[in-house]
Antibody
């Protein structure tokens, strides 16, 4: 059974930093692209970032370019999202999603002073 | 960027009703379209992928279809557990989601 478990969310002040992690199991992690998708409170779903199976291609939505960095550790079957210079509008539940459209349960990031 | 226009935003229905939700892509996405169901406080649940393929374990009252750049999710007979918000998603290029359809009583 595919499992994706996110962690690392929390409360942070504007301008702060957080590192999200996603632990994968139940599939061959190194064979698949991975994505982060977020959902602000009461809002719809927004794609945030993509990383290819090789790690060579990384893509970001415009609002996070230059602030967020996606990466993987195939040995640990883990996906990461480093989030710098956080803004209030980054407040959301962040989901780890595989290229096969399996979703984790999400981790809440709250950016507030 | 590919835009997904989903309608309606809200749908009032009763148990037993046939319900249809539509998504239109701003450019060609082939059949790279998924449908999700989301309930409050939960992650989206995949219902259909590749426009019309039912995810394992999803009841057969859910179905998906495609006509060109227009995609439809149909619930043949609405059940109490189906009251939720539904999203379409294109995954042909980057990913984009529709705005969501809340199905309520």
């Amino acid at each position: 059974e595919v499992q994706l478990v996110e962690s690392g969310g929390g409360l942070v002040q504007p301008g702060g930093f957080l590192r999200l992690s996603c632990a994968a199991s139940g599939f061959s992690f190194s064979d698949f692209q991975m994505n982060w998708v977020r959902q602000a409170p009461g809002k719809g779903l927004e794609w945030v970032s993509y990383i290819s199976s090789s790690g060579n291609t990384k893509l970001y939505t415009d609002s996070v370019k230059g602030r967020f960095a996606i990466s993987t550790d195939h040995a640990k079957k883990s996906l990461f999202l480093q989030m710098h210079n956080l803004r209030v509008e980054d407040t959301a539940v962040y989901y780890c999603v595989s290229g096969e459209l399996s979703w984790g349960r999400g981790t809440l990031v709250t950016v507030s002073s | 960027d590919i835009q997904m226009t989903q309608s309606p935003s809200t749908l009032s229905a009763s148990v037993g009703d046939r319900v249809t939700i539509t998504c239109r892509a701003s450019q060609g996405i082939g059949s790279w379209l998924a449908w999700y169901q989301q309930k409050p406080g939960k992650a989206p649940k995949l219902l259909i992928y590749k426009a019309s393929t039912l995810e394992s374990g999803v009841p057969s009252r859910f179905s998906g279809s495609r006509s060109g750049a227009e995609f439809t999710l149909t619930i043949s007979s609405l059940q109490p557990d189906d009251f939720a918000t539904y999203y379409c998603q294109q995954y042909e290029s980057y990913w984009t989601f529709g705005q969501g359809t809340k199905v309520e009583i």
